[in-house]
């Protein structure tokens, strides 16, 4: 991992409480490859731009991330991540790789029950000719 700013050093160091947490959730940046405490939305808004952000947060989303873990490691609800995935798409598209191929347009070994569609047929025959009598 590549070093963390001296901003970042000074606030691990000054509080060790918390310091313990936040090396748990140190990120990388995957532009710049630091290594980020906190939050890494902030820091890619910050150091990259806006346009980077979106495109972090659509990797996320297209590598199968939760929408849940997309919120908490960039810092945006789901509203917000709703609009990023409807302003590049033009819909907002709950997963963005899974589109599935029609493989075949009938089950395999398909088999039309014939004996249930009798007694169907046989059962409205049945009332039909209750009613005309």
Not at 38 to 43: I, N, S, V
Not at 81 to 88: A, C, G, N, R
Request: with cysteine; hydrophobic share 35%.
């Amino acid at each position: 991992m590549a070093d963390i700013t001296k901003e970042e050093k000074k606030t691990l160091l000054t509080n060790p409480v918390l310091s313990s947490i936040e090396k748990q959730t140190q990120m990388l940046c995957p532009f710049c490859h630091k290594a980020v405490v906190g939050d890494l939305g902030e820091h890619i808004k910050k150091v990259h731009g806006e346009k980077h952000f979106k495109q972090a947060v659509l990797e996320a989303k297209k590598g199968g991330i939760s929408d849940e873990e997309i919120g908490r490691r960039f810092g945006i609800s789901y509203r917000q991540l709703e609009q990023i995935i409807t302003e590049s798409y033009g819909a907002n598209v709950s997963a963005l790789n899974s589109s599935k191929k029609v493989k075949t347009w009938k089950p395999e070994n398909f088999e039309k029950n014939s004996s249930e569609y009798l007694h169907i047929v046989h059962r409205y025959l049945l009332i039909f000719r209750k009613r005309e009598v």
